[in-house]
């Protein structure tokens, strides 16, 4: 099972780096370089070792995780717990630290303790495939971005989402993975968006704990992040969350809630803002009082890269490792802990879940061997995926799929259409196959879309115009039976979008190339929800999102029809920046500054507040509640084929059970997202409704199914801020069924204690 898919798991269905140093070269190959590299060796060993050693009791597979890393805990010295507590640096960052050849050249690592036959945590960013793999001549897999992931509703595909990285970082030499994003698009501006999984908890949740499941059951350390609210860019190491304690709980809490109880992860990753005066990865109220009291969650938590702010404070909030480097959490955590200001009790605490982790996941027993993955298997999955993911937003008399016995012609438009599709930036960004990319730079992976468009067909005739001249390209369209646009909206980790238009004037390329031709269609690489003044004029609207290595093959696969489209989408798309909660971006006064470039003092504090004063109403719940027209809605998504929904039926109970019927009313096989949403009690003092779940369910031309839904309590629960606790209230429950989050044609209201 090892670097290969996931078999016979179970998926939850409810509902910046430069090259690694050589120690090869002249100026490395010292007498403390060769000592270097045998440790490094001698490390790698010592698991294998240790595991034939009667010594070394731990490496008993019978015992828990707790009790092997309790006897590890008792050997080891002050200084290899602390050495367990904070990173020896990254490539590229401000301050390198002299361990660094040591590492695998990723985004950080943790020292091994060869004595004790513990192996050394090797951590890549992964947010949607490896990260870095062009500089250590290495291939990686890019997937599509997890907002398109978010897209297919699917947990089984986002398990084999993260098997695939799971086995694809244990190949390049990884034990550790930094991606699992789960924050929730209450700014669809916010540059990270396309990492994350949407605007609804549950949603949200459901996905990345089943991705996050099947990354660790390829025995490496999973991650889930950015803990919390997370939910802008610029200035994110300076902003200060003001949010009620319900609204964190009912949202961006939440969604972590539910990812953690299904994927158990490793680890969780606390964030660069503050929230309610502290800053995240020194609060004790998330870390400790919900995380690791009320949730009960034993993995360890890490700090986003430079984002810890003290000693003393961190520690006893519940942070238990510094990342990247030991500013805080090295001699500082030493001295604190002989001078009776950290207890042993406190940094046993930290180093107990870190081994604990090690050994719970897998890395203890079953240490990385670099090899060589299967390239055109992953790229088969990656396409899979991505048809999975691609929404139909507009299908105007039926335009798509093309029809091949009429559409003889086309025209393929857009910036780089003839070459790549575009990715997204940061420490997300996967390397195409080549030279390493630069920190946020526009990357194209190489899946031509002119290509595979020719392919799809090789009867019609298509032809190319990059749109830098719209009347060049509104002149080739009147040539051509359908007009295809390529249009891309670029994001990256460091910066929030001014706007949700498309950049560079596409949005007038399209408008001329559409009243030329007027069967346009275009087709979306954006990362986050985008405007579309255009929308009236062309005839088909694909998202296609940042559909990775194999993106061009997929949206053939759904242009030409080899794929029926079965995408709903996973945040609403507004008419305008007008219609949000926060219209105009809270900026830092001061422009802001990259995380973590310079080392804060220990009494260091936020800048600048943004208040989520729309509470509750995130997405979806804010137009409903402030009955705002959307361009358009939460799950939505069109098919080639058409769906009837009939017979609800609600059984009453601790956790409802939700039964209708579904039915393929067209001529082609589809699998529809059929969603289950709850209006709760008036007294609830909820938005109009939320999501309580969904099932994607396939079906052949004339075929109908029952579906039976349980409904967990909890979505049908509030957060009671005085008794801190989640309770039901008593009252009548409407239940609502159909194909979006405005599309619910099926109503029935019951009475529950």
């Known amino acids: 099972m090892d670097g290969g898919k996931l078999k016979g798991s179970t998926v939850v269905t409810h509902v910046g780096h430069w090259r690694n140093i050589s120690v090869l070269s002249h100026r490395w190959w010292s007498s403390a370089a060769m000592l270097g590299v045998l440790t490094i060796i001698f490390a790698m060993a010592a698991p294998a070792i240790a595991q034939s050693s009667e010594q070394h009791p731990w490496m008993n597979k019978s015992l828990s995780s707790d009790e092997r890393a309790d006897m590890v805990l008792k050997e080891m010295t002050l200084a290899e717990k602390i050495g367990l507590l904070h990173g020896e640096g990254m490539p590229g960052w401000s301050r390198v630290m002299p361990k660094l050849y040591l590492g695998n050249g990723g985004a950080g690592f943790v020292l091994a303790v060869p004595r004790l036959g513990i192996p050394q945590i090797e951590m890549s960013d992964a947010a949607y495939g490896v990260r870095m793999s062009a500089q250590n001549g290495r291939y990686s897999t890019a997937l599509p971005a997890n907002i398109a992931a978010a897209a297919s509703w699917d947990p089984e595909a986002a398990c084999d989402y993260g098997a695939l990285i799971g086995g694809e970082l244990r190949a390049q030499g990884y034990n550790m993975s930094l991606g699992g994003g789960v924050n929730l698009t209450r700014e669809p501006r916010n540059g990270r968006t396309f990492e994350y999984q949407g605007e609804d908890p549950l949603l949200a949740g459901t996905l990345a704990g089943n991705r996050i499941k099947c990354e660790q059951a390829q025995h490496v350390i999973g991650d889930i992040k950015h803990y919390a609210m997370n939910d802008q860019e610029d200035g994110r190491d300076e902003v200060d969350v003001i949010i009620s304690r319900r609204a964190m709980r009912e949202s961006d809490l939440l969604a972590f809630q539910i990812g953690i109880g299904i994927a158990n992860p490793g680890a969780v990753m606390c964030s660069y803002n503050a929230v309610n005066g502290d800053y995240a990865c020194q609060n004790k109220y998330t870390l400790t009082d919900v995380l690791k009291k009320d949730w009960q969650f034993k993995g360890f938590v890490l700090s986003d890269w430079g984002g810890t702010h003290s000693t003393v404070k961190a520690s006893a909030a519940g942070l238990d490792m510094e990342q990247p480097l030991d500013d805080f959490f090295g001699q500082k955590l030493k001295q604190a802990v002989e001078a009776g200001k950290v207890s042993m009790a406190e940094l046993d605490d930290h180093a107990h879940r870190i081994l604990r982790s090690e050994f719970e996941d897998g890395l203890v027993d079953y240490p990385t061997q670099k090899s060589v993955i299967d390239v055109e298997a992953n790229l088969a999955i990656a396409r899979r995926i991505a048809g999975q993911s691609i929404v139909l937003l507009k299908n105007k008399d039926g335009i798509l799929p093309l029809d091949r016995k009429t559409v003889r012609s086309i025209a393929v438009i857009g910036p780089h259409a003839d070459t790549g599709m ?332």
């Open 422 to 753: 575009i990715s997204g930036g940061g420490s997300a960004q996967v390397d195409p196959p080549g030279p390493a990319s630069p920190w946020q730079a526009h990357v194209w992976f190489p899946t031509s879309p002119l290509k595979a468009v020719s392919a799809a067909d090789p009867a019609i005739k298509v032809q190319f115009d990059s749109g830098a001249d719209p009347s060049s390209a509104a002149a080739l369209a009147r040539q051509v039976d359908v007009a295809i646009v390529f249009a891309y909206q670029w994001m990256s980790e460091g910066k929030d979008l001014p706007n949700l238009s498309l950049p560079e004037n596409q949005d007038a390329l399209i408008e001329q190339v559409a009243a030329a031709n007027p069967r346009t269609i275009v087709v979306l690489e954006t990362g986050t929800a985008v405007t579309m003044p255009w929308i009236d004029k062309v005839s088909g609207v694909l998202e296609a999102w940042y559909a990775g290595s194999k993106g061009a093959d997929a949206v053939a696969d759904v242009l030409s029809g080899d794929v029926n489209p079965s995408a709903k989408l996973p945040l609403t798309f507004p008419r305008s920046e007008a219609d949000l909660p926060h219209p105009d971006l809270v900026k830092p006064p001061g422009g802001g500054g990259d995380a973590g470039a310079v080392v804060k003092p220990e009494d260091a504090k936020p800048t600048f507040s943004v208040h989520y004063d729309e509470g509750l109403k995130v997405g979806y719940k804010w137009y409903d509640a402030e009955n705002k027209p959307v361009l358009f809605p939460f799950g939505y998504g069109l098919s080639y084929t058409t769906y009837q929904y009939s017979d609800l039926k609600v059984e009453p109970g601790k956790e409802p059970t939700v039964r209708f019927v579904v039915k393929n009313t067209g001529s082609r096989a589809g699998a529809e997202i059929a969603e289950v949403y709850v209006a709760l009690p008036a007294d609830a003092g909820e938005p109009p409704k939320r999501l309580a779940g969904w099932s994607k369910v396939h079906l052949n031309p004339g075929e109908s199914r029952e579906i039976s839904l349980p409904v967990n309590a909890r979505e049908l629960s509030i957060y009671d801020e005085g008794a801190d606790a989640w309770k039901q209230l008593p009252g009548r429950y409407t239940f609502m069924v159909g194909g979006s989050s405005k599309d619910l044609p099926l109503q029935q209201a019951i009475n529950l204690p």
